[in-house]
């Protein structure tokens, strides 16, 4: 078997896979897509142009894009629209800068360090003057930011054990306050659940020792994860 | 080599996954073909598009028994509710494949009649017995549409107040009479609200739950449309006056709640949310309609009393009609109308007096003892022969045959929620809501001939009114297609009947 033939048989294989949901994309959104685009440009209306009435679509040109940014309240539609959409690429970036932050050590070493802390010191100071001379920042947006900074100068200093740990934080209280209620509702549990929680935290200890900060942390994420059950 | 073979040698392990799915869809198909086979073998099976619930699945039944009794022919009606959205029935009903039977609420009937996808049921309405004149005489304006009969009633709610009568004996407020100004809802409102409250540190109560617009305009001697309903008439004072009065009573005399209030209270504005609300003494009164006495009998007896909106010097009621139409390419008409004929029966219309699910929709069942006085429930005797005598003062919601009435709504509703948040002020507001709508009727008459021929006609007429109001003279009523205009006329003395 030549290495063409070989190339086009896995190449078949794999449209005949790809093909029922080519086939779907194509009929259900290209199509579609395409034909809202053609109607938005003729005078459709499924009221006179459909299997009962059989009047013919002419083409109107601009005439519906000028009947709706004739609309007083189109621009403000539209502003609506951007704003909630302003959260999509917020948390697409976001992802992924917190998938950076837990998976990386951004700090570096030495001097760049430093440096990373004094940028972050500055970008905190530079905000707290701004609204201390009279730049409009609400009480709110002020105390995010502060918190944005403050975490980015912690994570310089103190790797991504910082970050890890925030990421982790919620869950973590989140069990110890079951763990708490548990504790409340059954006397004959709570024994059982401190017990376990002394041990585990031991065992990170232990991992720490061991293996080191690193080890430590890895450690630490993992009973995190596991929500200290 | 072709690509299935080339598969199977290179991945020899899938080749018994895609096997066992071939032929779990291929045993799938042949049991889903013999489990209809037998489903359509012993009779005919017609769909109906609407709503499920235990109320209609015993409906369901009790059609099955009356067909039996009549000795009628045998078929079987299966419900579907997963299509029961508006545009749904629309592009099924363009595309050739929608239902047999169609529920119609609200403006759908409108709508999809304009398509042609209803079926004209005025023959068979003839035979069977369920023409216009069985029907309430107001109710006959959401199924009759351009001389077309598009279905029969199967409920006609008309709107009004319940009243909580203990919560207001024990703030020491009287029950309102039947024929209510506007001066007579604020003073009541204003007073209820100063006593419910006396001892709260935050407003817990509220006079009403809400209030349309739409009847206080009306009792100001506006509508929605002109006389011909071929031109929208929101810009005048009164319709302004309206929207005014509404902001103030929300906003400044906090007789009804914001939209704030209800998040507060129950974080959504359900209609189970506003009859809880109402049950717990929260509103005196509650926007409702007959079908809300289903919901309140759950739970202890309240004593009840209804009454109509509060007018501007006309008294009116806002009626719905939910009807139940036919799909024009339905294979089965003469079938389906067998369910129109029953709910014109009195099987049905009695069943809709025990229940209270709506008003029945042939009058007569409302004069009887059952319905004015049933005897299970003493607390609600107050309440039904209100809503019999209000359906003599009802008229349907106005739609333009120029305009879709969700259309003419929607735009309606953006511009008073503009002034009710200030946006507008309300002289903007109606002259907006105008423009717009009227922007919409010149749209639609462009893209249809049809439809500017009708409106050049009825543009006449409205000419020809306008003349004779001018000069001081009766108005031929045939002249006026607006139910508001029709009934409004007839009342002021202006109209020339036949």
């Keep these: 078997m030549s290495a063409s033939t070989k190339t086009r048989g896995r190449l078949a294989t794999g449209l005949l896979f790809l093909g029922p949901s080519i086939i779907g994309f194509l009929y259900f959104t290209i199509v579609p897509l395409g034909l809202s685009f053609v109607l938005a440009f003729t005078n459709w209306d499924v009221r006179q142009h459909n299997m009962f009435k059989g009047e013919t679509i002419e083409f109107v040109g601009w005439e519906n894009f000028e009947r709706l940014l004739s609309h007083p309240a189109f621009w403000q539609y539209l502003g609506n629209t951007l704003f909630f959409m302003m959260g999509i690429p ?19 070493a030495g001097s760049l360090r430093r440096m990373h802390v004094i940028a972050m010191g500055v970008l905190v100071t530079s905000l707290c003057v701004l609204q201390l001379v009279g730049f409009d920042f609400s009480g709110m947006g002020l105390m995010i930011l502060l918190l944005f900074g403050s975490t980015l100068v912690a994570g310089v200093w103190g790797r991504s054990t910082v970050y890890r740990t925030l990421f982790y934080a919620p869950h973590f209280t989140a069990r110890f306050a079951t763990d708490q209620r548990l504790e409340r509702v059954d006397m004959r549990d709570s024994f059982v659940i401190r017990k376990r929680t002394v041990h585990k935290v031991l065992r990170i200890g232990v991992v720490v020792v061991k293996k080191g900060r690193e080890g430590g942390q890895r450690g630490m994420v993992w009973w995190c994860w596991r929500g200290l059950r | 080599m072709g690509p299935i073979s080339h598969l199977l040698e290179t991945e020899p392990d899938i080749k018994y996954i895609l096997l066992s799915a071939l032929g779990l869809l291929i045993l799938a198909t042949i049991a889903d073909q013999f489990s209809r086979r037998a489903e359509v073998a012993d009779r005919p099976v017609l769909y109906w598009v609407t709503d499920v619930n235990a109320a209609r699945v015993a409906e369901m039944e009790l059609f099955q028994s009356w067909m039996a009794e009549n000795d009628y022919p045998s078929f079987e009606i299966r419900l579907d509710s997963s299509n029961s959205d508006v545009s749904k029935k629309l592009i099924q009903g363009v595309s050739g494949v929608e239902a047999d039977i169609l529920s119609l609420v609200r403006d759908e009937a409108w709508l999809l009649q304009s398509t042609g996808m209803m079926a004209d049921v005025l023959p068979l309405a003839e035979k069977h017995g369920f023409t216009v004149d069985q029907a309430w005489p107001a109710a006959a304006e959401a199924f009759m549409i351009d001389g077309q009969q598009v279905g029969f009633p199967r409920g006609t709610p008309v709107q009004a107040y319940f009243l909580n009568v203990d919560l207001l004996k024990q703030h020491g407020q009287p029950i309102p009479s039947l024929d209510w100004t506007l001066e007579e809802f604020e003073a009541a409102g204003l007073a209820f609200v100063a006593a419910a409250n006396a001892d709260e540190e935050r407003q817990k109560y509220f006079f009403c739950d809400n209030i349309n617009v739409l009847p206080l305009r009306r009792g100001l001697g506006r509508s929605m449309f002109n006389e011909t309903m071929t031109r929208a008439t929101r810009d005048n004072p009164e319709s302004a006056r309206v929207l005014h009065l509404v902001h103030k009573w929300i906003y400044e005399d906090r007789i009804i709640p914001t939209q704030a209030d209800l998040d507060f209270f129950a974080g959504s504005d359900t ?19 007959r079908y809300s006495v289903v919901q309140l009998r759950e739970g202890p007896a309240m004593e009840l009393v209804a009454r109509p909106l509060p007018h501007g010097g006309f008294p009116n009621g806002l009626l719905g009609t939910g009807s139940v139409g036919i799909y024009t390419k339905s294979p089965h008409q003469e079938l389906a109308a067998y369910l129109l004929k029953f709910f014109a029966s009195e099987t049905y219309n009695m069943s809709v007096v025990r229940s209270s699910d709506s008003m029945p929709p042939v009058p007569k069942y409302t004069q009887i003892e059952e319905y004015l006085r049933p005897a299970d429930y003493p607390n609600e005797w107050g309440v039904h022969g209100v809503m019999a005598d209000m359906m003599e003062m009802a008229i349907p919601v106005c739609a333009s045959p120029f305009v879709l009435p969700s259309a003419a709504n929607r735009i309606e509703a953006e511009f008073r929620l503009g002034v009710l948040a200030d946006v507008y002020t309300s002289e903007e507001g109606v002259a907006l809501a105008d423009k717009f709508i009227n922007r919409e009727i010149e749209l639609n008459i462009s893209k249809n001939p049809q439809l500017a021929a009708k409106h050049a006609r009825l543009l006449a007429d409205q000419a020809e009114i306008n003349r004779l109001r001018a000069a001081g003279e009766l108005v031929p009523i045939e002249l006026i297609t607006n139910p508001f205009h029709r009934r409004y006329y007839v009342v002021q003395g202006w109209a020339k009947l036949p």
């Design chain 2, 271 to 289: 209609n189970t949310s506003r009859i809880q609300l109402f049950r717990q003494g929260r509103y005196a009164l509650l926007t409702a309609a």
């Design chain 1, 90 to 108: 917020v948390a697409i970036i976001g992802s992924l800068v917190a998938a950076l932050l837990l998976t990386r050590d951004l700090s570096g």
